[in-house]
Every structure is written in C-alpha cells, then in structure tokens.
C-alpha cells in the first residue's frame, strides 16, 4: 500500500484531536505512517499507532523548539522525497497551512488547502473542499507531484484501527534560511475547562443580538450544558464582548463541528464562511428574514434571552 505522512499536532506528546481524524482518512488512502516533531514521542507513539499510524517517523532536535515552522518543513521534505508517499496530510490550522504551503513548494507538487473531505481516486486523493464563502462545494485533486492536503477538524471521526507501529529516528538537516527567525520566548495561554473552538464537536457562539458582555453568561451557560466551545460574531468581538481569540468567520477562526447553535447572529457571508461546513446548524434569532435561516437546518424565531434557558432546561430535564 502506498505510504501517506500524518504530520502529528501535540502537545508534549499529548497528541490532539485533528492528528487522530488524519490518521483515520489516511487509511482511506494508503498505509499511514506519523511525523513527530520533538520530545515526548514515547508517550505518543500508543496514541499513534491505536488509530493506525504504522509507522513513526520521530524528529527530536535543538531547532524544533528553537524555530518556527521550518522543522516542520524540513522533516517533511527530507522525509517525503526519501520514501515517496502519495499524500502528505496536515491540521489546516494557521502553522500547518503554512507548513504546506513550503512543502508543496518544495516538493514543486500541488497543495489543497481546507479539505472538509478525503477519498481515494484514480488518480490520487479527492478531495472536498467549500469555496468562495462556503457559496460553493468543490472536488478536487492534485496533478503533479505528491498531493499536500491540509483538512480542517472534524472532517472525519477518529476510528480506532490498532496496530504496533515501527519508530524510526530521523536526522533533517536544517538550512540556513531555517533560521531566519527564532522563537525567543514562549508563555502558556490561558485555557478553561471547555474544548478547543477548532476540536469542538458543537460550539454555541452569540452576536450583536446577545447586546453586552454581560449577557454572554447564556451563551457559556448552554455551552457549558452541551460541554461546548463558545464562538463569537465578528460583531460581537469587535464591541468587545467577547475575545477576539474567539470569533468565528473569513477573518476569525473557521469551524466544522457536528453542531453549531448561532444565537443572536444575523448571519453575514463573512460569518457564514467560518461555520458553514458545520454538519448540522441550528439558530435563534428574532429577525424571521435573517440570512442565518437561508441556511439553518433547524431555526428558531424568538429571543434569545427566552428560548436559551428554556432549551437548558430541558437539556438538563433529559439527562435527570
């Protein structure tokens, strides 16, 4: 079977969720194998090789923590143009689009960037991807060279599929333009008890209609009750009612959760364009004419302020 590199996203070792979903599309394609950047790849390497990567291709030096994205670029060039695999997946996060934007142009192949989808063709990976503001679904394949993919989260389920893989230590050589910029310091960021917006499974975000920061206190609360992410409009952000870490849309973070609940959103393209790949879509607004319904699969007319606790009550009644 043909090999397909999974460039692995952890934390010290802690692999997240968006590795797991490649993994479980590379098996679509061909024989997966891993491509760990830094320490802490013993701890790792179960997680890996439980949803089928086969290999571990581990890359532990100095330059991982000291530079940028270059590793990252380094590894996979160096790695790929010595084994040949048919594909190169990465998380379609800022640092892995990047990441295959160099490698592609390394490589001088063809590079898909926002895969909400990935099969195996005849002629190589397909790929799904939405385009021009969600507007439009588009197939797509690479022509020339190996196809870089990078897919957004929740385009698939981790499935488990365990196997024992092979770990294999790899020496990149690093370029001297590897370290035109070096990371000088690193702080930890501040995180709650609630899932990454990008990893999410559901996420509740609220807008203009939620009117304060104050009242984004019933948007946490269902969020909380569903064990939800908590987004935000760009409107919503730009008030200041809420970080701008959160904000979903073209210029903020873009999702594709199993469920996403626009409350109190009018639904602008530029906010469609961050969820509309989301797999079920509900909204709550009191606008009946607001664009949000031209695509919600369920939607509710009404206040926010009144049918956001009704439906956490009776969420909570259920699970009693």
């Known amino acids: ?21 490649l993994l479980t599309l590379a098996r679509r394609l061909g024989e997966p194998s891993a491509v760990f ?13 439980r949803y089928g990567a086969h290999k571990v291709y581990v890359v532990d030096a100095p330059e991982v923590d000291e530079l940028l994205v270059t590793p990252a670029v380094d590894a996979l060039t ?12 990465l998380p379609s996060n800022p640092d892995g689009k990047e990441t295959g934007a160099r490698v ?50 929740n385009a698939a389920a981790p499935e488990p599929a365990p196997v024992t893989p ?22 930890p960021r501040e995180r709650g008890d609630r899932p990454e917006l990008t990893e999410a499974d ?20 269902v ?3 569903l064990g939800a992410a908590v987004g935000a409009s760009r ?27 626009a409350a109190g959103i009018s639904g602008a393209i530029q906010h469609r364009a961050g969820m509309q790949t989301s797999k079920t879509i509900v909204a709550v607004n009191k606008d009946q004419d607001a664009p949000i319904f031209e695509l919600a699969d369920y939607g509710v007319v009404g206040d926010l302020f009144q049918v956001l606790p009704q439906l956490v009550e009776e969420i909570e009644r259920r699970r009693s």
Do not use: C
């Open 1 to 21: 079977m043909a090999e397909i590199l999974v460039l692995v996203d952890h934390a010290e070792g802690v692999v997240r969720k968006p590795t797991l979903e």
């Open 37 to 49: 950047l830094g320490p802490n790849a013993d701890s790792a390497t179960e997680a890996l090789g």
């Open 78 to 89: 160096q790695i790929a143009g010595s084994t040949g695999p048919a594909a190169i997946l």
């Open 104 to 153: 592609a142009l390394r490589l001088e192949s063809g590079l898909i960037t926002d895969a909400v989808d990935v099969v195996a063709g005849e002629d190589g990976p397909v790929t799904e991807q939405s385009a021009f503001a969600a507007t439009y679904q588009v197939t797509a394949h690479v022509t020339r060279g190996i196809a870089v993919i990078t897919v957004k989260p």
């Open 166 to 187: 092979e770990v294999e230590k790899w020496d990149v050589t690093f370029g001297p333009a590897s370290a035109a910029a070096k990371v000088l310091s690193r702080s």
């Open 202 to 221: 559901i996420v509740v975000s609220g807008g203009r209609g939620v009117n304060g920061a104050e009242n984004f206190a019933v948007i946490e609360r």
């Open 223 to 225: 969020a909380d009750t």
């Open 235 to 261: 409107a919503a952000v730009d008030a200041g009612w809420y970080p701008h870490s959160h904000q979903v849309g073209q210029t903020g973070t873009q999702v594709s959760p199993q469920l996403y609940l």
